[in-house]
């Protein structure tokens, strides 16, 4: 693939990470105190494989961003194959985090999202959960159903999220829909721009955290992109 097709215009780029960052603002209130919890979903089938690595690689900001606001709790949801969708334990550390990844594999099956939006709703209803991202680049399930849970986690205060590789323009209109309806976000991002999820996944769980007040601090203290982006951010 060229460079040209692979890469973004900057000035693109820019206004739709700042409005990501605008729909974060506006997602429901985190609690203050305790752990802030996260559910960390991948798409796992056989189109990820290429860029599975390099999300190994990115996670570990996620931990690292929230120390300061009381840390965080990720629990890692992943589908693949022939109706294989699994969940981990709730992790406190990346070193956790990163041994499970590594563990898994890509193979190829179609999505199933629709398991993992149910999972969401039923550990919230056990024990709050503050927001859930999900990382994939193609949608093959009923989109009515899918939008249907998403406004069940926006009810619950449950943010979708969408981080969305390629693209899949079917995928991109569910995601948007299904971020809408939960009061979350969608970004898309492709291979040059991949590294950049670092520090948006950091925001996001930041916020998970320790809610905008957490995110500005951070901003603040991260500096570059991070801090031109959340100057923006509204309380």
């Not at 973004?8 to 305790?34: I, M, N, Q």
């Not at 056990?126 to 994939?136: K, S």
């Not at 009810?155 to 590789?165: A, D, M, N, Q």
């Not at 995928?171 to 520090?199: I, P, V």
């Amino acid at each position: 693939m060229s460079d040209k097709k692979n890469r973004l215009p900057t000035e693109a780029r820019s206004a739709e990470v700042d409005r990501f960052l605008e729909k974060l603002s506006k997602a429901p209130p985190v609690s203050a105190g305790g752990r802030g919890r996260l559910i960390f979903a991948l798409d796992a089938t056989a189109s990820r494989e290429p860029t599975w690595d390099r999300a190994c690689r990115i996670q570990g900001e996620m931990f690292e961003a929230t120390a300061a606001f009381g840390g965080l709790e990720i629990q890692l949801v992943f589908y693949r194959g022939f109706s294989e969708c699994k969940s981990s334990r709730w992790m406190t550390t990346a070193a956790e985090l990163h041994r499970i990844m590594r563990s898994v594999f890509c193979v190829g099956g179609e999505t199933q999202i629709e398991r993992v939006l149910s999972h969401a709703i039923r550990e919230t209803r056990t024990r709050r959960v503050n927001a859930l991202v999900f990382v994939g680049d193609a949608m093959e399930e009923k989109v009515d159903r899918l939008c249907r849970l998403a406004g069940e986690l926006g009810l619950l205060g449950v943010p979708i999220f969408l981080f969305h590789e390629g693209g899949d323009r079917t995928a991109a209109a569910a995601f948007k829909q299904m971020a809408g309806l939960s009061r979350g976000a969608y970004l898309s991002f492709d291979l040059a721009s991949a590294d950049r999820l670092k520090e948006l996944l950091g925001a996001v769980a930041v916020y998970a955290a320790g809610g905008y007040r957490a995110l500005t601090a951070y901003g603040e203290k991260k500096g570059g992109e991070i801090l031109r982006l959340t100057a923006q951010l509204r309380e």
